[in-house]
Nanobody
Framework: QSQLVESGGGLVQPGGSLRLSCSGS????????IAWFRQTPGKEREGVSC????????NYGDAVKGRFSASRDIAKNTVYLKMNSLKPEDTAVYYC??????????????????????WGQGTQVTVSS
C-alpha cells in the first residue's frame, strides 16, 4: 500500500528551526508532486508548500514565504520541509500529500487538499517558549 510517513516534528522555541521529512513507503515518490499542509483544531487544512518532481518549482503559502523551504532527495525517496524563524502561529499538525503529476497544480489550486491522492499520518509541531 502506497503511503507517506512524516517525521521531524517536536517542540521548538520561537525563532527556532525544524526540518520535517516525508518519505514514501511502498512506492517511489520521485514520480509525484508532493505538498505540505498544516492543520489546527477547528480550522481547515492550510497549504504550506508544493514541490514538483524536478524539485525546481516550489509553491509556498503566504504565511511561510521566506521562512520555509522545501526540497527533495531522490536517492532517499524523501521530501523535506525546512522551517526557520518559527512563530507560535506555526503550531499545527503537519501533513504531506502526493499526487501523480509532474508539476503542482496551477495558481493557488496546489493548496486545495482535494488535489491530492494520498496523505501521511501527520507530525505535530509546537512553537512555544
Amino acid at each position: 500500500q502506497s503511503q507517506l510517513v512524516e517525521s521531524g516534528g517536536g517542540l521548538v522555541q520561537p525563532g527556532g528551526s525544524l526540518r520535517l521529512s516525508c518519505s514514501g513507503s511502498g512506492f517511489n515518490i520521485m514520480y509525484y508532486a508532493i505538498a505540505w499542509f498544516r492543520q489546527t483544531p477547528g480550522k481547515e487544512r492550510e497549504g504550506v508548500s508544493c514541490i514538483n518532481i524536478g524539485g525546481d518549482k516550489i509553491n509556498y503559502g503566504d504565511a511561510v514565504k521566506g521562512r520555509f523551504s522545501a526540497s527533495r532527495d531522490i536517492a532517499k525517496n524523501t521530501v523535506y520541509l525546512k522551517m526557520n524563524s518559527l512563530k507560535p502561529e506555526d503550531t499545527a499538525v503537519y501533513y504531506c500529500a502526493f499526487v501523480f503529476a509532474q508539476i503542482c497544480a496551477y495558481d493557488d489550486n496546489w493548496a486545495r487538499p482535494r488535489e491530492y491522492e494520498g496523505w501521511g499520518q501527520g507530525t505535530q509541531v509546537t512553537v512555544s517558549s
